[in-house]
């Protein structure tokens, strides 16, 4: 079967389309990302009228995009930027009606859950118990657990485009603003670093997000792995030499960097302080660069849900 999933993001607006069967790894087919940076146009914590024209243009670009497709299913998640804005309702109703999508607004504790769910999938069960760091745009997700669902899931108010617009006003930021921005995600993350380790030390600790994947390219290694796939790994020392001196560098500097693409250049420095700060508060000294994230939670789980007329799972 044919599956799309349109992840309507802080940053940007992301349709995956993937050819898919149950008990198969999904094979992506078609993939489309607008840059939209909502954050940008939330006015006294509400989506301008022109940061909703920018959505429902996006959105109905993806559609059109999505429709000859011919797809068995559709998914359309909104996460933080919609659900934290003080229209948000508004904002809902007014993208449902003008693309015709029926919007599925996931709570951060979710959002982590599928993310978590799809980096499991991904390294498979020996890598033991997981820690999961995830930065999107609005927020930060960090879950912990043994099984495909983590034993606990927490999101935070700290992705790399809302502490972007909170903490800097220069391009590079000013060196009291980067302080400021440090000091705030260690308060706000070993706030719950008790909560995490609680349910049990972590066997492995996986990054996903295009934030940490940049980072990673700029900063992290590639090893051999399974099956032909490469490993990339980011150490914290090698991230805590970067993250310094991508910071005294202008937007136009840090995009001729490796790995850092013109849609992350404006927030990657905020987005490498708070994953320091959370490498730092749980002892991490390295992780795991997982390709797979949200949208392909979102599709796993909808493939695990198929079952035949007998309500027997299909298993492919």
Same mark, same amino acid.
């Given at each position: ?131 999961? =760091?995830? +930065?999107? @745009? #609005?927020?930060?997700? $960090? ?5 495909? /669902?983590?034993? %606990?899931? &927490? ?110 250049? =404006?927030? +990657?420095? @905020? #987005?490498?302080?708070? $994953? ?5 508060? /749980?002892?991490? %000294?390295? &992780? ?29």
């Amino acid at each position: 079967m044919k599956l799309g999933v349109l992840d309507i993001g802080s940053n940007t607006v992301h349709l995956l389309i993937v050819d898919a069967r149950a008990g198969g790894r999904p094979n992506p087919e078609r993939s489309h990302k607008i840059v939209l940076r909502i954050m940008r146009y939330v006015e006294n914590d509400a989506i301008t009228v022109e940061g909703q024209d920018a959505l429902i243009r996006a959105v109905n670009d993806c559609v059109d995009i999505a429709d000859p497709e011919s797809l068995d299913d559709f998914f359309v998640m909104a996460t933080s930027a919609i659900r934290e804005a003080a229209n948000g309702d508004e904002v809902v109703a007014r993208i449902e009606r003008e693309t015709g999508v029926k919007l599925d607004i996931l709570a951060g504790e979710d959002e982590a859950k599928l993310t978590f769910l799809a980096v499991r999938r991904w390294f498979g069960w020996s890598a033991g118990r997981l820690m999961l =760091f995830d +930065i999107g @745009g #609005g927020s930060l997700e $960090l879950a912990s657990g043994a099984d495909e /669902f983590p034993d %606990r899931a &927490l999101s935070l108010p700290l992705g790399a485009g809302r502490v972007t617009n909170h903490f800097f006003s220069s391009d590079p930021p000013r060196g009291k603003e980067i302080k400021r921005l440090r000091k705030h995600a260690r308060e706000i993350i070993e706030g719950v670093v008790d909560e995490l380790r609680e349910v049990g030390k972590p066997d492995h600790v996986v990054g996903s997000s295009k934030t940490i994947r940049s980072l990673a390219r700029l900063a992290g290694n590639m090893q051999p792995g399974v099956g032909g796939s490469d490993r990339v790994v980011l150490y914290r020392e090698q991230l805590e030499d970067w993250t310094p001196r991508i910071g005294k560098m202008d937007a136009v500097s840090r995009h001729q960097l490796p790995g850092i693409t013109e849609d992350r250049t =404006f927030q +990657i420095v @905020g #987005g490498a302080v708070v $994953l320091l700060e959370a490498m730092r508060a /749980f002892k991490v %000294r390295e &992780l795991d660069v997982s390709p797979w994230a949200l949208r392909e939670g979102r599709i796993l789980t909808n493939l695990d849900l198929l079952v035949d007329k007998r309500g027997r799972p299909i298993l492919g």
